[in-house]
Antibody
Framework: QVQMVQSGSEMKKPGASVKVSCKAS????????INWVRQAPGQGPEWMGW????????NYAPNLRDRFTMTTDTSTTTAYMELRSLTPDDTAVYYC?????????????WGQGTLVTVSS | EVVLTQSPVSLSLSPGERATLSCRAS??????LAWYQQKPGRAPRLLIYDASNRATGVPARFSAGGSRTDFTLTITNLQPEDFGFYYC???????????FGQGTRLEIK
């Protein structure tokens, strides 16, 4: 079955960077885009961006564009996100989520989430 | 940016009852709206897409409708496993925007 398995929790200091991985399996990796979504404690989810493993095209949420990068490695069917210049407001659970279908509008399945805590 | 407002914030119902959840968009999103279920400590799960289409494997007791700015998710014959948070999400193509509502918490008594 389709699975998205993410790397483990991270603790970072303000100003640092974090990189999270998302290993996909059970489907043709290049056929569906991958989204990154984060959820701060007690809040609704926030879409961060989308990447196509096929041609590496990306769409970034405007508020994160300057410090957020998504990449994919088709040889290992793994997606990565890197967020730089971290502040405590970036404390959240970060999820990767595959496009549900080829429209790219909806997300499923999701990874299990990676907790990123930013604190001095 | 499109803002989604969900109501009620919280809902407490008994098994077998019907739940009606609302999502209102600040501007028309046509039928580019989805609903997700999230249980504590778990990732969201897609329930409904394109405003009214059930995702693969979603039970028929989940139904949804609406268009433009007003949308509804209905859960009939509530089951104990239906507890959790429910979020709506919209997609806009230009400028690209994918926003979620703040959620409705559903408790099964």
């Amino acid at each position: 079955q389709v699975q998205m398995v993410q790397s483990g929790s991270e603790m970072k200091k303000p100003g640092a960077s974090v990189k999270v991985s998302c290993k996909a399996s059970g489907y043709n990796f290049i056929r569906f885009g991958i989204n990154w979504v984060r959820q701060a404690p007690g809040q609704g989810p926030e879409w961060m961006g989308w990447i196509s493993p096929y041609n590496h095209n990306t769409n970034y949420a405007p508020n994160l564009r300057d410090r957020f990068t998504m990449t994919t490695d088709t040889s290992t069917t793994t997606a990565y996100m890197e967020l730089r210049s971290l502040t405590p407001d970036d404390t959240a659970v970060y999820y990767c989520a595959r496009d549900y279908d080829t429209t790219g509008y909806w997300y499923d399945p999701w990874g299990q989430g990676t907790l990123v805590t930013v604190s001095s | 940016e499109v803002v989604l407002t969900q109501s009620p914030v919280s809902l407490s119902l008994s098994p077998g009852e019907r739940a009606t959840l609302s999502c209102r968009a600040s501007q028309s999103v046509s039928t580019y709206l989805a609903w997700y279920q999230q249980k504590p400590g778990r990732a969201p799960r897609l329930l409904i897409y394109d405003a009214s289409n059930r995702a693969t494997g979603v039970p028929a007791r989940f139904s949804a409708g609406g268009s433009r700015t007003d949308f509804t998710l209905t859960i009939t014959n509530l089951q104990p496993e239906d507890f959790g948070f429910y979020y709506c999400q919209q997609h806009s193509r230009w400028p690209i925007s994918n926003t979620f509502g703040q959620g409705t918490r559903l408790e099964i008594k």
